[in-house]
């Protein structure tokens, strides 16, 4: 009963390093969802895909990009990190816009 | 432009009270709004989803009301519990948007 998986669940970056953060889901959901959370922030999207094929950018796009790579997958990549983009990432997943979201339990990103 | 507030940040309460934790949003076309629940280091867990159409929504000693023409929504905990510690969300699906957008959550802490 996996649900949304991410990988890797901590992750320390140096400045102007790349990485992309994995993202699974087994409950053959459309829609999926990249938020990053910071204190006394909330969660902001960053990108969105709102069905196998489709990618749209969220509040705070600048920075990454993202691969809708199947249904169950999706991906998102820091081409070169920043002291900023320390943040905790979660993934999501839903069935349609606007349904339940189920979350993983996130990666832990430092930038140095 | 179009947000979810929660107060307050936090909250302490003895174990037994009854509680609410409240919700405001800036714009009363919503498509629905979810609660959910986040521990310490883990995702997200979603408690209850409103649609635009409804008044409340209940599960188990969790209950939610949603009041558009106001812009608020209410959950109430019931008899809390040393369990019920952790962060609870609140995100408006706005229509026409496909994503959720967050409040920064509100913090109970129960006492034993």
């Known amino acids: 009963n996996a649900g949304v998986t991410q990988t890797p669940k901590f992750q320390v970056l140096k400045t102007g390093q790349s990485m992309t953060l994995q993202c699974a889901q087994d409950?053959?959901?459309?829609?999926m969802y990249w938020y990053r959370q910071d204190p006394g922030m909330g969660l902001r999207l960053i990108y969105y895909s709102a069905s196998e094929g489709t990618t749209d950018k969220g509040e705070v796009p600048n920075g990454y990009n993202v691969s809708r790579l199947n249904k169950r997958e999706f991906s998102l990549r820091l081409e070169s990190a920043a002291p900023s983009q320390t943040s905790v990432y979660f993934c999501a997943s839903s069935e349609l816009s606007g349904s339940p979201l189920h979350f993983g339990n996130g990666t832990r990103l430092t930038v140095t | 432009k179009q947000e979810v507030t929660q107060i307050p940040a936090a909250l302490s309460v003895p174990e037994g009270e009854n509680l609410v934790l409240n919700c405001s949003f800036t714009d009363s076309a919503i498509y629905n709004l979810q609660w959910f629940r986040q521990d310490p280091g883990k995702g997200l867990t979603s408690l209850l989803l409103i649609q635009s159409s409804q008044r409340e929504q209940t599960s188990g000693r969790l209950n939610a009301s949603l009041d558009k023409s106001s812009g608020r929504s209410t959950l109430y905990i019931a008899a809390s519990q040393p369990g019920d510690s952790a962060t609870y969300l609140c995100?408006?699906?706005?229509?026409?948007?496909?994503?959720?957008?967050f409040g920064s959550g509100t913090r109970l802490q129960v006492q034993p």
């Open positions: 409950m053959n959901h459309n829609s």
């Open positions: 995100a408006v699906c706005y229509t026409g948007r496909r994503a959720l957008t």
